[in-house]
């Protein structure tokens, strides 16, 4: 994906370049100010529209003209490369020995035995240029999140900024107005304009007036295009004196918007010169005290310009059926192409490809699919994994022998953003789109980590330590908290310990379900399972835990009921609260309920938000008196 998007972005700039030179040598000074900023709009679009646009027959190539050209380059012994060419050269070669048949690229004749066929480097090596275009395609997507943040940031600060403070708002001819009381630089967005309240008992109408401008011209707008240009190409510098051109625009015609309402020419240039010591606080909104002041004092002296002038915009239309022909011409777009892709990911040879299509798709290394997860769809990435593969989870510092062999997603709880989770086979990097198509047999061993989430499928051998056992543990304990809690302990629980843990569900299908739990070690003949009850469990909940063990054919299990827990009273949690405010613990209710479950106390029933913030929260935060 990220290929793609760089050489469009490429072809993009390429575009954007071509169609701007000749309005800056040529046009931007003129008091053209509609086709100026109708020119600049076109070539913002044209450059987003144009490299999707593959009009075959305006290639150079099938032009007679060039084709005439290229046929007396060849005679001349001058090598070009095209299509065309090679095919003719190859061609030539056949004639000239009749008795081989050649694979011609214009004719359907197949190579015998004896054909002599040249050299073909191996497909699936690797090029000394791979990692560094890896990290060229880091850079790209790095500076398009930064481009794209920054001016998430402007947007936010700018929406926040145009409602907090105001003195009074009001709505003049569809034109939201709002008055700062603080000294603010006045600016204009969509269809509201901010402006300080000394600038508006002074010169009020002259400055809302040229923000008018601004939005009566829909400016706004045309920022929103050249955000998108500028996130596609932050990397090409022609963007940025574009946006400056763009903007000059702006300013030339809100300043003449001005001046068509019975404005004194003379007092409003003045007002500019003294707005000049006043900076933009809004680099992505329209604001009247913009710099080039001289420009703009300039444009307005020029007289108006003759009708014939505003032909002058039409270069573009040439010009973009050049950058077309371009596009179209495979000589030329093809190998820029192929460098970027052969840069980005290795084609695996005709041989592997057909090994690949005969592997059944329950035997696939990696699935991407949408799996139930209860009433849910859950994207999920699904590792199917042989029978002793070494799994080593970094993040929890556990490393296994996995003895039956499943679907990873079953092992690990599966994602709702599938996307999140990096996906890697011997370390290189892929997505649902490049997925190879693989047979999980090649898998030795899957290394598990996160922050951020990140599976690295190794198929190369590897020498498993003899400290890596298998993950089937032999003894398993249900804890029952009440008709309500329950969860699954590897080994024989302690008693005493009810601290607050997530409970488990009996359902199959959910995320995180006992069934799970308990998928590996019910294949053990030597498994020991303890069912711990509290006081607080009925014979119902028991009965259901022991049915449970029954339908997975678990039959040694110990039942040990009437496990007492001790809960705490409102005034032992209240106690234990003024205890921490007296250490200085500052409030925060995930750090509280952390710190009482390390002690080890039983605050289920402090779940209930109500029952805490009538106990816990006022010991920290008294309630205001009524």
């Known amino acids: 994906m990220m290929t793609e998007l760089f050489l469009y972005s490429i072809k993009s700039?390429?575009?954007?370049?071509?169609?701007?030179?000749?309005?800056?040598?040529?046009?931007?000074?003129?008091k053209c100010l509609r086709r100026n900023r109708l020119t600049l709009l076109a070539i913002l679009g044209l450059s987003l529209l144009l490299p999707l646009c593959n009009v075959s027959s305006w290639s150079m190539d099938n032009q007679p003209l060039v084709h005439r050209a290229q046929v007396q380059m060849i005679e001349a012994g001058i090598p070009i490369h095209t299509a065309q060419?090679?095919?003719?050269?190859?061609?030539?070669?056949?004639?000239?020995?009749?008795?081989?048949?050649?694979?011609?690229?214009?004719?359907?004749?197949?190579a015998t035995e004896e054909t002599p066929v040249a050299p073909i480097s191996n497909p699936t090596e690797e090029p000394a240029s791979h990692d560094w275009f890896q990290i060229v395609s880091i850079l790209f997507a790095i500076g398009m999140t930064f481009v794209l943040g920054v001016r998430l940031a402007q947007f936010c600060r700018m929406g926040a900024v145009i409602r907090r403070g105001s003195l009074w708002q009001e709505k003049v001819n569809g034109i939201r107005i709002f008055c700062h009381?603080?000294?603010?630089?006045?600016?204009?967005?969509?269809?509201?304009?901010?402006?300080?309240?000394?600038?508006?008992?002074?010169?009020?109408?002259?400055?809302?007036?040229?923000?008018?401008g601004h939005i009566r011209h829909c400016h706004s707008l045309d920022i929103v295009l050249l955000t998108v240009v500028q996130m596609l190409q932050w990397w090409n510098p022609f963007v940025f004196l574009l946006a400056r051109h763009l903007r000059d625009v702006h300013e030339y015609e809100a300043d003449d918007y001005v001046l068509r309402h019975d404005?004194?020419?003379?007092?409003?240039?003045?007002?500019?010169?003294?707005?000049?010591?006043?900076?933009?606080?809004?680099?992505?909104?329209?604001?009247?005290?913009?710099?080039?002041?001289?420009?703009?004092?300039?444009?307005?002296s020029l007289p108006q310009p003759k009708a014939w002038m505003r032909s002058k915009m039409l270069y573009v239309i040439p010009l973009s059926m050049l950058a077309?022909?371009?596009?179209?011409?495979?000589?030329?777009?093809?190998?820029?192409?192929?460098?970027?892709?052969?840069?980005?990911?290795?084609?695996?040879?005709?041989?592997?490809?057909?090994?690949?299509?005969?592997?059944?798709?329950?035997?696939?290394?990696i699935e991407w699919k949408l799996e139930s997860i209860g009433k849910r769809k859950a994207a999920v990435y699904c590792i199917r994994i042989p029978r002793g593969t070494w799994i080593e989870n970094r993040y929890k510092k556990e490393s296994y022998i996995d003895e039956v062999g499943i679907n990873f997603d079953m092992d690990f709880?599966?994602?709702?953003?599938?996307?999140?989770?990096?996906?890697?086979?011997?370390?290189?990097?892929?997505?649902?789109?490049?997925?190879?198509?693989?047979?999980?047999?090649?898998?030795?061993?899957?290394?598990?980590?996160?922050?951020p989430k990140t599976i690295n499928i190794v198929t190369k051998d590897v020498i498993i330590p003899d400290t890596v056992k298998d993950n089937v543990p032999r003894v398993q304990t249900i804890v029952l908290h009440n008709d309500k809690w329950r969860y699954v302990v590897e080994g024989k629980w302690q008693e005493g310990d009810w601290s607050y843990r997530p409970h488990n569900s009996w359902l199959k299908g959910t995320i995180d379900n006992i069934y799970d739990y308990f998928y590996f070690s019910?294949?053990?003949?030597?498994?020991?399972?303890?069912?711990?009850a509290s006081t607080d469990v009925t014979q119902k909940g028991?009965?259901?835990?022991?049915?449970?063990?029954?339908?997975?054919?678990?039959?040694?299990?110990?039942?040990?009921?009437?496990?007492?827990?001790?809960?705490?009273?409102?005034?032992?949690?209240?106690?234990?609260?003024?205890?921490?405010?007296?250490?200085?613990?500052?409030?925060?209710?995930?750090?509280?309920?952390?710190?009482?479950?390390?002690?080890?106390?039983d605050i289920s029933e402090m779940d209930d938000m109500r029952r805490w913030n009538r106990v816990i929260r006022p010991v920290f935060k008294p309630e205001k008196p009524k």
Do not use: C
Not at 191 to 200: A, C, H, P, W
Not at 330 to 344: D, G, K
Not at 415 to 426: L, Q
Not at 433 to 442: A, M, T
């Open 85 to 110: 060419a090679e095919a003719e050269t190859v061609e030539a070669q056949a004639e000239a020995n009749s008795d081989i048949p050649v694979l011609s690229a214009t004719s359907n004749t197949v």
């Open 263 to 300: 404005i004194d020419p003379q007092a409003y240039q003045m007002l500019l010169l003294q707005s000049v010591v006043h900076d933009a606080s809004f680099p992505l909104a329209s604001s009247f005290n913009h710099s080039l002041i001289k420009n703009r004092i300039k444009m307005m």
């Open 522 to 532: 019910k294949k053990k003949p030597d498994l020991k399972v303890y069912i711990f």
């Open 413 to 451: 709880s599966p994602t709702i953003f599938a996307d999140s989770t990096i996906i890697k086979i011997d370390g290189v990097v892929y997505d649902k789109d490049n997925l190879p198509k693989r047979h999980y047999s090649e898998i030795k061993k899957i290394e598990y980590d996160r922050p």
């Open 324 to 365: 077309l022909s371009v596009f179209a011409t495979p000589s030329i777009i093809e190998p820029i192409e192929s460098s970027v892709n052969q840069l980005a990911e290795q084609e695996t040879s005709s041989a592997e490809k057909l090994a690949t299509d005969s592997i059944n798709k329950k035997e696939l290394m």
């Open 13 to 30: 700039a390429f575009v954007l370049v071509l169609l701007y030179a000749p309005y800056a040598l040529l046009l931007h000074h003129e």
């Open 542 to 601: 028991i009965d259901r835990a022991v049915n449970f063990l029954n339908e997975l054919d678990i039959k040694n299990y110990e039942i040990i009921k009437d496990i007492p827990i001790y809960h705490w009273t409102d005034e032992q949690y209240r106690a234990w609260a003024e205890k921490q405010k007296a250490l200085g613990v500052k409030y925060s209710v995930s750090a509280l309920r952390a710190k009482l479950i390390s002690e080890k106390v």
């Open 181 to 212: 009381s603080e000294q603010v630089t006045p600016f204009s967005w969509l269809n509201n304009i901010v402006i300080g309240d000394k600038d508006y008992n002074s010169n009020g109408r002259e400055i809302i007036l040229h923000e008018e």
